[in-house]
């Protein structure tokens, strides 16, 4: 699947990120050592750290294409994410494979910081590079409640990715039976084929 595969490696990423900043040649030793220690603070929730890190001139939207933000939003730590905000840090800012803050906020079944990223411009609508939303997300990994919220501030319920898949077949696929009861009832089309020709059901 390739949700869960995306994530295996991220958090791969993750974890050998200090090493790929050192050796990065793209960005002058001073600032490489702030964003590392950043990206640190992020992952440790060290508010006090981070912040003095930002006055010193460390991006907020880090660099090697895994934000600041985004690994703040993978652990949850909403003062981080409120901080890197007020630092500047670009809410819909994508990492290699096109995912956001929000994206991750849908994964891990986080409202809370749901909220907060759409209250300060989040793209509701954002696609990763498989074409992949937040909602698609929160169906796939069965977050009935995320995906009642995402809806209710605007996202599109009749969504495909770029497979052609909708909402019922990635609910059919992980076997998420709540979800299929609450996409049908919303009326999603249970014949609705994706671009191989292939029904939820062939999912399920």
């Not at 590392?36 to 750290?49: F, H, R």
Request: aromatic content about 8%; glycine content about 8%.
């Amino acid at each position: 699947m390739r949700l869960f595969f995306r994530f295996f490696v991220l958090a791969t990423l993750v974890a050998t990120l200090p090493g790929c900043l050192r050796q990065s040649q793209n960005t002058p030793e001073p600032d490489r050592d702030r964003v590392q220690a950043l990206y640190q603070a992020c992952e440790l929730g060290n508010a006090k750290l981070a912040e003095s890190l930002l006055k010193e001139g460390a991006n907020p939207n880090g660099a090697a294409g895994l934000t600041p933000l985004l690994i703040a939003a993978l652990d949850g730590r909403l003062n981080i994410v409120k901080l890197l905000i007020r630092y500047g840090a670009d809410v819909n800012y994508k990492n290699y494979f096109g995912t956001c803050p929000l994206h991750n906020a849908a994964w891990k079944d986080r409202r809370g910081l749901a909220a907060l990223l759409l209250s300060h411009g989040a793209d509701i609508h954002i696609r990763d590079k498989d074409g992949e939303t937040p909602l698609i997300f929160a169906t796939g990994f069965g977050h009935l409640e995320m995906a009642e919220f995402l809806i209710s501030k605007g996202a599109d319920i009749h969504i495909r990715d770029k497979e052609g898949m909708t909402l019922l077949h990635w609910a059919a696929f992980r076997g998420r039976n709540n979800m299929v009861d609450f996409l049908m009832d919303k009326g999603l089309d249970v014949n609705a084929k994706d671009r191989r020709g292939r029904t939820p059901l062939i999912y399920a």
